[in-house]
């Protein structure tokens, strides 16, 4: 499955930076909320330092699959988005807007989806094949990606922050932001 969106990912040249574990960026709850389905923990695997993924296989069958990459250059992007744009020869991608800086959802009706997301100095793909139900896939890649976009952008108060001003400010609100 997380071959459809990437498959120039290993000609690349090396990004500046290691790839985020991505079963940090999704919890079990998170997944089976989001499908409708109980899921199993997330089972993590690097796949070199710079591309990653993480499997949430379901209860009954299917999967659930995010994979995360550092964007290795403007070049790499381009060729990606361009492919898609295009269509492959996997099937036709269609852009979808407000997600990341740019996106595109691949519909395999009736087995699942694939959501390419460019954004935050990362590539993250979202894959759902044979768990929920297929008129829900696109919905489902949406919800799954926002969340995961958003624990990959960098917090800026407390990444500025002395170690001192995020505990105010994890103290304050009684959660760290």
């Known amino acids: ?3 459809t969106c990437a498959v120039g990912a290993q000609k690349s040249t090396p ?4 790839a985020p574990d991505p079963c940090t960026l999704l919890s079990r709850l998170d997944v089976a909320e989001a499908v409708g389905t ?3 923990e997330g089972v993590s695997r690097l796949l070199n330092k710079t591309v990653a993924n993480c499997m949430f296989a379901g209860a009954r069958g299917g999967q659930v699959a995010i994979l995360v990459r550092r964007t290795p250059s403007a070049d790499w992007v381009s060729e990606q988005a361009g ?3 295009d269509g492959s020869q996997f099937g036709t991608y269609r852009e979808v807007p407000q997600i990341g800086d740019r996106s595109f959802l691949y519909h395999m009706h009736g087995k699942g989806g694939v959501l390419c997301v460019y954004g935050a100095d990362y590539y993250l793909q979202m894959s759902l094949f ?3 139900e297929d008129s829900r896939t696109a919905a489902v890649l949406r919800k799954l990606a926002g969340i995961a976009m958003a624990r990959l952008r960098p917090q800026t108060p407390t990444a500025t922050a002395r170690p001192d001003e995020r505990l105010r400010l994890t103290t304050a609100t009684g959660h760290q932001r």
């Open 130 to 132: 044979r768990l929920g």
């Open 15 to 18: 990004a500046s930076g290691e």
């Open 83 to 85: 492919r898609m744009s």
């Open 1 to 3: 499955m997380c071959v």
């Open 38 to 40: 109980p899921v199993k």
